[in-house]
């Protein structure tokens, strides 16, 4: 095990189900290819992984099990972590505290500052979009300056990158992929509009298209090996979330006119021939004379946030 003088910086990727946790030693170089990460977990590794899924209760009890986990992680690593950054799904005020995020209603109102201070005593901390953090950590790892992200998950995120740099900037927002209007009169969303592209490109919002087709309930698991073994049913609930995540990305294109769109998030990665399917349907609905951005699976797997979290808490031990 690493000595107790060792430091260590965590990204926290905070999702609707479950959070994925990443320590690497606080002197490594970051690196954006998954493949070139030692073992997690070894003694002479420079990184530990841990995964938690949400308890059922509200926000102090999603607290609490955080804490467990991030105390969990530093007995396996016996680092400091000196600084912390976190990818979040919810909106939060200038003064952070959570004003939204349907994913996990019971949040609003959440002090997520005061609960990160309560967590990580004497560790500089952040958060940030996870959108934003997984478009910067996909355009990185590209070498592209220009770059719109969706990721696909509980709830659809997404992030926009020009000129290397997350549009629109610190302190103005961030870009609501998932809450484009991609159908008028689609299903309704979380928040409380119809037609919003994570209403009808989500993970839920896909199996229970998937289990109105089907006539019963279906499981992720179901449902991926329903499109691997072709079946009609699975292919008939998918069409739809590629279709309006197609409409998505041609939106971005005539707004920033990106050269990559990155699709990631665990849900689309784990759907066989599903960035092919958005591939495809992008090339369908482009304009003639006006090249549709060019669709890529995301580098980073379902992980995009995470590496992004990861480069904000390094961001935080370079700053003075």
Not at 15 to 22: C, E, F, M, Q, S
Not at 42 to 71: H, I, Q
Not at 78 to 99: K, N
Request: charged share 20%; net charge neutral.
């Amino acid at each position: 095990m690493p000595g107790r003088t060792d430091t260590g910086v965590l990204g926290v990727d905070i999702g609707g189900t479950k959070v994925a946790l990443r320590a690497e030693r606080a002197a490594s170089a970051p690196v954006v290819d998954p493949g070139a990460y030692e073992q997690p977990g070894t003694v002479a590794s420079r990184a530990y992984e841990r995964t938690l899924t949400w308890p059922a209760g509200g926000a102090e009890a999603d607290v609490a099990a955080l804490a467990d986990a991030v105390d969990a992680l530093r007995a396996e690593s016996g680092w400091r972590l000196a600084a912390v950054g976190v990818a979040m799904p919810g909106t939060t005020d200038p003064t952070g505290r959570v004003t939204v995020w349907p994913g996990r209603p019971s949040w609003a109102g959440l002090r997520l500052d005061k609960a990160l201070r309560r967590i990580f005593p004497g560790s500089r901390t952040a958060w940030a979009d996870d959108g934003d953090l997984a478009a910067l950590a996909e355009a990185r790892h590209l070498g592209a300056d220009d770059v719109v992200y969706l990721g696909v998950g509980t709830g659809v995120g997404g992030g926009v990158v020009l000129g290397g740099r997350p549009l629109p900037g610190a302190g103005r927002g961030s870009p609501e992929v998932g809450h484009m209007v991609v159908a008028v009169d689609g299903p309704r969303c979380d928040c409380g509009r119809h037609g919003c592209l994570q209403a009808i490109a989500s993970g839920p919002a896909t199996l229970r298209r998937a289990a109105a087709v089907r006539g019963a309930a279906v499981s992720f698991a179901e449902l991926r090996d329903g499109l691997e073994q072709d079946r009609r049913w699975a292919h008939d609930a998918v069409q739809p979330s590629g279709t309006a995540l197609a409409a998505a990305v041609v939106s971005l294109g005539e707004l920033v006119d990106p050269s990559v769109a990155v699709l990631g998030g665990g849900f689309a990665a784990g759907l066989p021939g599903f960035v092919g399917l958005v591939a495809r349907e992008v090339a369908r609905l482009a304009r003639p004379g006006r090249p549709a951005p060019a669709v890529r699976a995301a580098a980073l797997g379902g992980l995009s946030s995470l590496h992004g979290a990861v480069a904000l808490a390094r961001n935080l031990t370079a700053s003075p």
